[in-house]
């Protein structure tokens, strides 16, 4: 008889708070981006981005790599909305809004999810393996 023991640990650490500041600062950049683009912008966003990649990446939570970017489209939608208006005009930038912001965010969330991975595992594998995460395996024949 065979007895199989699988001992998980909870993820340490909740990073929600980091990942709704990480979301209303993009939200603040994309309006910013809408209203008056600049090049200042983009980087701040790249940059803002590495940073939550990065705290991430340490604390070793890559599934929420996946779900950051549509946190940040759900804070970031109405905003750009308003952006659109601003840049365009009601009628025009309320239309265009709806198409460019709904159809454009999966251009967006791709580079988001893209660039948060890539610091993510960039800095979980400068980190290493801790002795949290290995494994030992005891055959139960040799007792």
């Known amino acids: 008889m065979s007895v199989v023991f699988t001992v998980r640990e909870r993820a340490r650490g909740n990073v929600s708070t980091p990942v709704v500041l990480w979301a209303i600062a993009m939200t603040v950049v994309l309006f910013m981006e809408i ?16 940073l939550l990649g990065g705290f991430l990446g340490w604390r070793r939570r890559m599934g929420t790599v996946v779900v950051a970017p549509f946190v940040s489209w759900f ?18 930038g309320f239309l265009l809004g709806l198409v460019i912001i709904t159809f454009g965010w999966i251009a967006i969330g791709f580079v988001e999810l893209a660039w948060l991975g890539m ?22 024949d040799k007792h």
């Open 75 to 92: 804070f970031a939608w109405f905003p750009m909305e308003i952006a659109s208006m601003i840049h365009f005009g009601i009628l025009k």
């Open 35 to 50: 209203v008056s683009p600049s090049a200042l912008l983009t980087v701040s966003g790249f940059a803002i981005t590495a």
């Open 119 to 140: 610091v993510a595992m960039l800095i979980r594998s400068i980190r290493g393996n801790s002795r949290e995460d290995r494994e030992i395996i005891i055959d139960p």
